[in-house]
């Protein structure tokens, strides 16, 4: 069989013995951890056989849980049975601070923190070619079809035509649009 692995960005794919130890076990590409700064990045890709791909937009997860908030306060599971609430509303953990971290769970009731802004990389996208990576990702659990379809548009046109693209304009209305409410995640300040 020619099935060829990849390894996501939950496996935490953050320096050169990490990809190393991919590329021994068979994988044969990768998402790195999203947790790097771009220099950080371009280190790693330039010095890969391995397919290397980088998360450019989208609600990155956080963390994985075995326990269902929703279902146990909301859909009776505390009694042995659920009634699925999770699935007809929305749904976030509060900090201290009062950021909304949104939560989603998948078919087995695992339930997903995911970071309280989109990340988006919309102006930097040329960057990741440059660096020398092969894949970019839009993370989509939380946008609809429709959304996530003219989002890859976006992408796949920055792509194409680079700094001649409308984005780079200072004009550009696509920006107000995809950039409200975004952080650029580690890629330029990395963890603090």
């Not at 771009?38 to 010095?47: D, I, N, P, Y």
């Not at 989603?104 to 660096?131: A, G, W």
Request: aromatic letters at 10%; proline letters at 3%.
């Amino acid at each position: 069989m020619d099935l060829k692995i990849h390894g996501d960005y939950p496996l935490n794919i953050y320096n050169s013995a990490a990809v190393e130890f991919c590329k021994n076990i068979g994988i044969k590409s990768y998402t790195l951890s999203p947790e790097l700064t771009l220099s950080q990045v371009e280190r790693l890709a330039g010095h890969s056989e391995l397919t290397t791909e980088c998360l450019v937009h989208g609600f990155v997860e956080l963390m994985v849980t075995e326990y269902c908030t929703m279902g146990s306060y909301l859909g009776g599971l505390h009694k042995g049975q659920c009634n699925q609430a999770c699935l007809r509303g929305r749904y976030w953990l509060k900090d201290r601070k009062g950021i909304k971290f949104p939560l989603v769970t998948d078919q087995y009731c695992r339930m997903h923190v995911l970071n309280s802004k989109q990340l988006s990389m919309i102006p930097h996208v040329p960057k990741f070619s440059e660096i020398g990576i092969d894949r970019i990702r839009i993370e989509g659990k939380k946008g609809t079809a429709e959304y996530i379809g003219k989002l890859t548009k976006l992408y796949r046109e920055i792509l194409d035509l680079g700094q001649k693209h409308q984005v780079f304009n200072n004009n550009s209305s696509l920006l107000e649009h995809y950039e409200h409410d975004i952080t650029r995640g580690h890629y330029f300040r990395g963890v603090l």
